[in-house]
């Protein structure tokens, strides 16, 4: 096989813990992978140091103060030793991914969930099957969070390539998230609500129960097509966001498919809906037929009780 190099996910200020997992997935194919870290301060690479890499390239370029992605995609192709390359399946990640295949003209695999003899699983049609595709050459692979357990160990060298002034593309204007809450593509738990929810203020306890147990707070494509209040940021589902983890708890959603296919493969899935008869329920490990009203406060105290 040949080399393996992993992104590294990035935060404000260094390598998102998240990228032991990316580095866990790349060890599948042998041997130890190169880290890459896009920065525009190398000392940013420095969190990454114990997360398993055998070796690490702090990539140090201006380009990387926030998200082009043109500007990445050349600057991380210019870089990165040939071979197999692993991201995170993050939004920005898989178009990064896509992005540096087609400039080194070679296959992505996008959400994979498991990595097996050279073998690479991920979802397709929305979730309703799983391709298994066959890895034979260098081939650019997203990884779904929550999947691999994260990798550990000292990297044995460590070096910085300073490419600073050589894209040519600059950012004029970034844009931060306006709310600060935990977003949903970086979440072990997850709790949204749906058009069951009755309107947009009582959101509200959705947003207690998260702050208590350190959850996202998630929605349904209805609710926010219905209230302006709920933005696309939150939406799960096939045109919103993928998600992967470890809890998932849906409140007043009926589970269209178009939901499901965003977060059919979190490891456990609680389902509070007023209808018995709601899709949801037949993909739900634990079920609770009430409505909001009656389910959410029993089950916040209860929360709150667990946590001390």
Not at 51 to 75: C, R, T
Request: charged letters at 15%; hydrophobic letters at 45%; one cysteine or more.
């Amino acid at each position: 096989m040949t080399e393996t190099i992993v992104i590294a996910e990035m935060t404000t200020n260094g390598v998102h813990p998240s990228t032991a997992e990316l580095i866990s997935a790349a060890m599948t194919f042998g041997g130890e992978p190169t880290l890459v870290v896009p920065c525009t301060d190398a000392a940013h690479a420095d969190s990454a140091a114990d997360m398993g890499a055998g070796s690490i390239l702090a990539a140090k370029s201006d380009v990387f103060a926030n998200y082009d992605a043109a500007a990445w995609a050349a600057a991380i192709d210019g870089v990165a030793p040939a071979g197999t390359i692993i991201t995170a399946a993050s939004p920005q990640s898989k178009d990064l991914a896509a992005r540096i295949a087609a400039k080194r003209n070679i296959s992505v695999v996008q959400d994979a969930v498991s990595i097996q003899n050279n073998t690479v699983t991920s979802p397709v049609y929305s979730g309703k099957a799983m391709q298994s595709v066959a890895i034979n050459g260098p081939t650019v692979i997203s990884v779904r969070s929550n999947i691999f357990p994260a990798a550990t160990g000292g990297a044995t060298s460590a070096s910085v390539l300073d490419t600073t002034g050589n894209i040519a593309t600059s950012v004029q204007e970034f844009m931060a998230r306006a709310s600060q809450r935990l977003d949903v593509s970086e979440a072990n738990i997850i709790i949204s609500g749906g058009r069951g929810m009755g309107n947009p203020d009582n959101f509200s306890h959705l947003e207690a129960i998260a702050d208590t147990i350190g959850a996202a707070v998630g929605a349904s494509r209805a609710a926010v097509d219905t209230w302006e209040q709920i933005p696309h940021s939150m939406q799960v589902g096939q045109t919103g966001k993928t998600v992967n983890p470890n809890l998932y708890i849906a409140v007043g959603i009926s589970g269209a498919i178009q939901h499901l296919a965003g977060m059919r493969s979190s490891k456990y899935i609680v389902a509070i809906n007023k209808d018995a008869d709601a899709p949801i329920f037949q993909h739900a490990d634990y079920g609770i037929v009430a409505t909001w009203e009656e389910a959410l406060p029993v089950l916040h105290e209860s929360l709150k009780a667990m946590m001390g």
